[in-house]
Structures are given as C-alpha cells and as structure tokens.
C-alpha cells in the first residue's frame, strides 16, 4: 500500500467520496468497475478532457494523476477497448473515454487521433471497516445490479428516447420534454439506460428540470451490453417510480444497432410493457424510415413522434411526416411543440401551470 496524489477524480467514481490524497495498492483486480489511479503519459489535443465528480470538464495533460474505472468500450464513433485479464503497477493501458473508463484500446477513431496511454499506479482502496485500516478495492456505483427484478412502475407514464446511432439529439430531445413538462408543473424523473460511463447526459436533464436522475454507473455498471442493460433499465425504471414522479423520461444511448444492449432492452417484454410513448431521433430522413422499419420488424414498435438531425429544417420534416405519417418536431427549433406533443400523447394535457403559454 502507497499513498498517491490525484489530480483529477473522473466522474465514474462519482459515488465513492474520494479525496486527492489516496491509498492505492499494487495489487490490480482486473474487473469491471474497480477504480485505479493511472498517471498520463502522452499529450492530445483533441478529445483531451476529463469529466469529474463535479460535472466539470478538465483538460488532461501528460504527468497528470487521474482516478477512473476499468470497463470495456464498444463505439462506433469513439475509442473501442477491452477490460484486461491482468494488470501489474507499471503497465500501460489506455483512457477510452471522457468519463474516466479504463481499458485496453483495440480501436481508434482518426478524427481523436490516439488515446491517452496511462501507467497503471495501483488500485484505490476504500476502508469500509471502523477503526480497522483494512483496504478493500473500491468500486464505481453506490448500489449493486439486481439481475432478477421486476420491474414495477406503478403504472406512471414512461416516455422513451430511442435513436438511430449516437449524436442523433436523443439528449438534446429529452431535455427538451422535460423543460417543456416541467413548465406545465409535472414532475418528471430521468434516466440513461445504456452506453458508457459519462454523467454528461443526465446533468442536461437536471438542467432541463428532472427532479431525480440516475444512469447506469449508480448500480456498478460501465458499460452496458446485452446482458446487463434489461435489469439495469428495470432496476432504474423501478427506483425512480417508486418516488412517484408524474411521468418518467428515459434515454437509450447509442443507436437501434449497436453493442449496448438497447435491443435486448426493446425485447424485454416486462419493459416494453411499461412504454406510453416513443421517440424517434433519427439523424435523415432515410435514417428515420429505416428506423421506423426496424422498431416494426424487430420489436412490434412504432414510434410517436421523430425528432433530431432529420428534422433541423422544414424539408426534413416534412419528408419525416409525409412519407411516415409521424409527426415530427425540431427539438431545438420547436422544443414547446415537441413536448407539448408527447404531453398529449401520454394525457398530461391537464397542465398544472403553464409558464409559456
């Protein structure tokens, strides 16, 4: 066991209170979510910043000493990497992410160039027990994945963000709704269900005025796959309505087709069950009928409303609405419509207090 000084803490460790002052040992658990300490070894100046507990954004530089969480990657628009069998103090292995996830790199994307190689310094201890300095590993998460739950939502609307790749205004559609609900004087809830570690996503939907967020590293998980993304969405889904907000509004990250599980989710009958209204951000108007298509043949869905990229201008949208028969709304341009929209859709056309009328 030796003592390290941090210079940044990366939002995965989000829940584990650390200070800068750390004790780390060379023993290395190679799973998912154990937090190490690593030092940079390279500069970058792209994709070159860190998330923190905070929510900021920070500039990493080479000799910096950061906190992350060992996890695997799967984008198709970033760095892709895998979690290593074994790790000894003193190896390299790679940053693939801005939320601090740690990983052997197998795959990088030209227009970031290389990611940051860092030196492994040891695992970050944790001393749980009392009066006792027995180091435990500490771990990403302030509560466990529970594989077997029901998901039980109290019958309160769910409104569900479904895309056709990354960067197709998913979160920039969910803030909106939720800006637009909460003006109404709902109270709506939020969540991201799949993807990788980064708390980005769900402070714009604090911002945007979700009273109680959450995303699936508060129960462990650091990266989603087909395997845990239906009990963490279940999990979340169960959480948040037990606090009996008047509708829930949830995120799934990356695209229909992808490694992070939103199919298997779209598939889970005990979920499919629970949604009132879908969203569609689509990035054109052939990504939009191709998603249409897809939600049909593969799950027996059909989306509410379109929204993202294919409808930044009113070419896009009409093509959405004539050639789909869905409506659709610019979330940026015509955020009030879109979500006055999908009030209508799940019947909080009772609004409590409307500010923007």
């Known amino acids: 066991m030796k003592t390290v000084i ?186 991201k269900a799949t993807g990788v570690s980064l708390r980005r996503d769900i402070l714009a939907m604090e911002d945007a005025g979700a009273r109680n967020t959450s995303i699936f590293t508060d129960y462990g998980v650091i990266t989603t796959t087909e395997e845990n993304g239906p009990p963490v969405t279940r999990m979340m889904l169960t959480r948040l309505a037990a606090d009996r907000p008047d509708v829930i509004v949830f995120e799934l990250g990356d695209g229909l087709l992808g490694a992070y599980g939103v199919e298997a989710i779209l598939k889970d009958e005990g979920i499919r069950a629970t949604i009132t209204c879908l969203v569609l951000c689509a990035n054109d108007p052939v990504a939009a009928w191709g998603g249409v298509r897809l939600l049909h043949d593969e799950f027996g869905l059909r989306p509410d409303v379109v929204t993202g990229p294919a409808t930044d201008n009113l070419v896009g949208t009409n093509l959405v609405r004539d050639r789909l028969g869905i409506p659709a709304f610019n979330a940026i341009t015509h955020g009030a419509d879109l979500g006055d929209a999908v009030a209508g859709i799940i019947d909080l056309n009772g609004m409590k207090d409307d500010t923007t009328s």
């Open 6 to 191: 941090a210079d940044k803490i990366a939002s995965v460790a989000q829940h584990r209170g650390l200070k800068r002052k750390l004790q780390v040992s060379t023993d290395i658990l190679c799973e998912e979510g154990v937090l190490l300490a690593v030092r940079i070894l390279n500069s970058k100046s792209t994709y070159n910043t860190l998330e923190l507990t905070s929510g900021r954004m920070a500039k990493v530089s080479r000799g910096d000493i950061i906190v992350g969480a060992l996890g695997h990657r799967k984008a198709l628009f970033g760095y892709s990497g895998h979690l290593p069998e074994q790790l000894a103090t003193g190896d390299t292995i790679q940053v693939l992410n801005i939320g601090g996830v740690l990983g052997i790199c197998d795959s990088i994307n030209a227009n970031f160039g290389p990611p940051f190689d860092a030196e492994v310094l040891g695992t970050v201890l944790e001393f749980p027990y009392l009066g006792e300095r027995i180091g435990v590993p500490a771990r990403a998460g302030i509560d466990r994945l529970e594989p077997n739950m029901v998901v039980d939502t109290g019958a309160i609307p769910i409104v569900v963000l479904a895309g056709t790749s990354m960067d197709s205004g998913k979160t920039a559609a969910a803030s909106a709704i939720i800006s637009r609900l909460r003006h109404h004087g709902h109270t709506v809830d939020a969540f």
